[in-house]
């Protein structure tokens, strides 16, 4: 049975060095090692031995399992370390490639212009506040100075939802209800952007969806200088520190003196070209003195407190900087349109 052994011995060493897979592997494991393997019949036939040669024997087959079983081990790490240099080269990168770019998107150029405004105004004291943009009757109309069956509403083509509710035509009720929340205290200094809407055709000037800014101040002794040096600030800081403006005489039922408000424009400087029909003026917004019958409505003592307000198309503000001809383009999502606001700062 030494002999036996010893050849078994042999034998399983020559296969196990001839194995170069896992499967390989396992097959020869349950041929020498497993339950029904050639070694577990050897010492089936222990019983047929002397006593006195069973414990020689026994120890034979232990030492016989103990180097199998090693030479097992080795060679199964042998193989799994094969295997992860095998997977490693195959998924090798090759780091002198060049680089894929990643597409980065950019700000839009109306939320540029929105954030441009509000760093501006802020900077001067201002505070932003927002409102709801489905609106009821009585805030964007009748707390606005501008009554039912009264003309001014004729401006404004609205989209009603019922007799009372409605998609707000303009920020002002931002304006009222922030005025209510203060219960009369000043002062009062605030924007308000948003998205407006109003039953319009769409071209190349019009939207009926489009973002306003209105700006709000109250407190005492407001004039119509302060009006115009926050206007002639703003104006210089959002297109140019030589930038003058204009303002000419309006009409808005909310104001009382009203104006709109125009900037030297930005393609001749002044001197009259076709984008400014050569009057060398833009209008950008339009303004006024908060009317007294708004303030009171709001809780406000018109004898005691003044102010301003006025409200600007952050589109057509963007189409005057970025020197764009067609609204529609802000809301068509080109990315060639909006990749070239990528290096605009």
């Keep these: 049975m030494k002999e036996q052994l010893q050849k078994l011995r042999e034998q399983a060493m020559d296969e196990l060095a001839k194995c170069e897979a896992q499967n390989e592997l396992t097959e020869w494991k349950v041929q020498y090692l497993g339950k029904k393997g050639e070694l577990t019949s050897i010492l089936r036939g222990m019983g047929q031995l002397s006593p006195e040669k069973r414990p020689l024997v026994g120890q034979l087959v232990n030492d016989v399992r103990s180097a199998l079983e090693h030479a097992y081990e080795q060679k199964e790490a042998e193989l799994k370390r094969k295997a992860l240099e095998e997977k490693l080269k195959a998924e090798a990168i090759d780091v002198t490639l060049p680089g894929r770019m990643v597409p980065v998107g950019v700000v839009h150029p109306l939320n540029r212009v929105i954030r441009e405004i509000e760093d501006i105004f802020i900077g001067l004291g201002f505070e932003v506040a927002e409102g709801p943009e489905v609106e009821t009757d009585y805030y964007n109309f009748e707390a606005l100075n501008i009554p039912k069956n009264h003309p001014a509403r ?6 009603y939802l019922t007799e009372e509710i409605l998609m707000r035509t303009h920020t002002s009720p931002v304006q009222v209800r922030t005025l209510e929340a203060k219960k009369g205290t000043v002062p009062v200094r605030i924007i308000c952007p948003g998205r407006v809407y109003r039953r319009d055709d769409d071209d190349a000037t019009h939207s009926h969806l ?9 407190d005492r002794q407001i004039r119509m200088s302060d009006l115009k040096g926050i206007l002639l600030t703003f104006a210089r800081q959002m297109f140019g520190p030589e930038q ?13 003196p009203s104006t709109e408000v125009d900037v030297t424009c930005m393609a001749c400087r002044g001197d009259g070209c076709r984008i400014c029909k050569h009057t060398g003026w833009i209008e950008i917004l339009g303004a006024g003195m908060v009317h007294p019958r708004v303030l009171e409505m709001a809780g406000y003592d018109s004898e005691t407190y003044t102010g301003f307000a006025f409200g600007m198309g952050v589109e057509r503000i963007a189409m005057l900087k970025y020197g764009v001809d067609d609204i529609r383009y802000f809301y068509v999502n080109d990315v060639r349109f909006l990749k070239q606001f990528a290096s605009r700062s």
């Design 244 to 256: 003058q403006i204009r303002l000419r005489p309006s009409y808005f039922p909310f104001t009382e």
């Design 210 to 218: 489009f973002t306003q800014v209105e700006g709000l101040v109250v």
């Design 154 to 159: 004729d401006m404004q083509d609205t989209f």
